[in-house]
Nanobody, 116 residues
Framework: QVQLVESGGGLVQAGGSLRLSCATSGRIFNINTMGWYRQAPGKQRELVADITSGGSTTYADSVKGRFTISRDNAKNTVYLQMNSLKPEDTAVYYC??????????WGQGTQVTVSS
C-alpha cells in the first residue's frame, strides 16, 4: 500500500512562507513522479508543481519564482517551499505520487490560508 502523509499547512500572512512536506511509504519512491496540486473553493484542482524521478520540475505560471518543489529520495519525501505567499494561494494542497505503471496516489490534503 502507498500512503502519503502531508504536513506544514496553516495560516500565514501575505508575503510569508510555508514549507509543505509529504512523506511516502512506497519502496520505489525514487522512480516516481511527485506533484503538488491545490484546490480552492469552487475551483478545479490544479497542478502547482511536479518533479520527475530525474529531477525535472514544472510550475504553474502563478507560482513561478515563488514556489520550489524538491525531493529527498533517502527520506521518501517531497517538499513544497512556498515564499511570497498571496491570498490567492489559499487552497487545500494535495500531494500526488505517480508510479511508473501509471497509477496515482493522493494525500489527504492540507489547508493553506493566506490572509491579506
Amino acid at each position: 500500500q502507498v500512503q502519503l502523509v502531508e504536513s506544514g499547512g496553516g495560516l500565514v500572512q501575505a508575503g510569508g512562507s510555508l514549507r509543505l512536506s509529504c512523506a511516502t511509504s512506497g519502496r520505489i519512491f525514487n522512480i516516481n513522479t511527485m506533484g503538488w496540486y491545490r484546490q480552492a473553493p469552487g475551483k478545479q484542482r490544479e497542478l502547482v508543481a511536479d518533479i520527475t524521478s530525474g529531477g525535472s520540475t514544472t510550475y504553474a505560471d502563478s507560482v513561478k519564482g515563488r514556489f520550489t518543489i524538491s525531493r529527498d529520495n533517502a527520506k521518501n519525501t517531497v517538499y513544497l517551499q512556498m515564499n511570497s505567499l498571496k491570498p490567492e494561494d489559499t487552497a487545500v494542497y494535495y500531494c500526488n505520487l505517480l508510479r511508473p505503471a501509471g497509477d496515482n496516489y493522493w494525500g489527504q490534503g492540507t489547508q493553506v490560508t493566506v490572509s491579506s
